[in-house]
């Protein structure tokens, strides 16, 4: 069965990094686009990011781009999301998500799995 | 970027009434429409991709309908379990912009 497993949240100080990952396992890592989503409390879903199986494309929000950086290691299995300059408005849970695709384009997907999400707090 | 509004933003209604979402989109999307449940504390669940295709597993009293700009999610028997956030996500373009969501209570 499908997994993914988000760690790397905690507390930290405004300007400083974090580093989340999202172990995966069930499917073929290496054949399906990946992305993170962010949630902040008691607010709704935000997408933040993208990427393409093979880790070419990425794509990103107007309010990270420039600040987190999408990334995968298909030989680890492992999505990660880099957050540098980090502001307390980036206060959320944190999903990464599996994409699927049902149509051939680049459109044509939706979001079928869901991580737990881990808690990044920014506070000084 | 595409904006995406959902109305109404919350609704109250009886188990087994009929149960309308709308989600409009600042330009046409052609039918790159998915909606998603989410109940409090859980991740979110798929349960509408294409605009009017069921994800495997959902109950058949979820559906949806619409293209271009406005589209709907509709549970035709409302259930306790039912209880939950909706979200539409349009994939037409990046950024992969969510709706606002729209909290649905059980009377």
């Known amino acids: 069965q499908v997994q993914l497993v988000e760690s790397g949240g905690g507390v930290v100080q405004p300007g400083r990094s974090l580093r989340l990952s999202c172990a995966a396992s069930?499917?073929?890592?290496?054949?399906?686009?990946m992305h993170w989503v962010r949630q902040a409390p008691g607010k709704g879903l935000e997408w933040l990011a993208g990427?393409?199986?093979?880790?070419?494309?990425?794509y990103y929000a107007d309010s990270v781009k420039g600040r987190f950086t999408i990334s995968r290691d298909n030989s680890k299995n492992t999505l990660y999301l880099q957050m540098n300059s980090l502001r307390t408005e980036d206060t959320a849970v944190y999903y990464c998500?599996?994409?699927?695709?049902?149509?051939?384009?680049?459109?044509?997907?939706?979001?079928?799995?869901w991580g737990q999400g881990t808690l990044v707090t920014v506070s000084s | 970027d595409i904006q995406m509004t959902q109305s109404p933003s919350s609704l109250s209604a009886f188990v087994g009434d009929r149960v309308t979402i709308t989600c409009r989109a600042s330009?046409?999307?052609?039918?790159?429409l998915n909606w998603y449940q989410q109940k409090p504390g859980k991740a979110p669940k798929l349960l509408i991709y294409a605009a009017s295709s069921l994800q495997s597993g959902v109950p058949s009293r979820f559906s949806g309908s619409g293209s271009g700009t406005d589209f709907t999610l509709t549970i035709s028997s409302l259930q306790p379990e039912d209880f939950a956030t909706y979200y539409c996500?349009?994939?037409?373009?990046?950024?992969?912009?969510f709706g606002q969501g729209t909290k649905v209570e059980i009377k």
């Open positions: 069930g499917f073929t890592f290496n054949t399906y686009g």
């Open positions: 996500q349009q994939t037409f373009s990046p950024p992969r912009t």
């Open positions: 998500a599996k994409e699927w695709s049902y149509y051939y384009d680049s459109s044509g997907n939706c979001l079928d799995y």
């Open positions: 990427i393409s199986f093979d880790g070419s494309t990425k």
């Open positions: 330009q046409s999307i052609s039918s790159y």
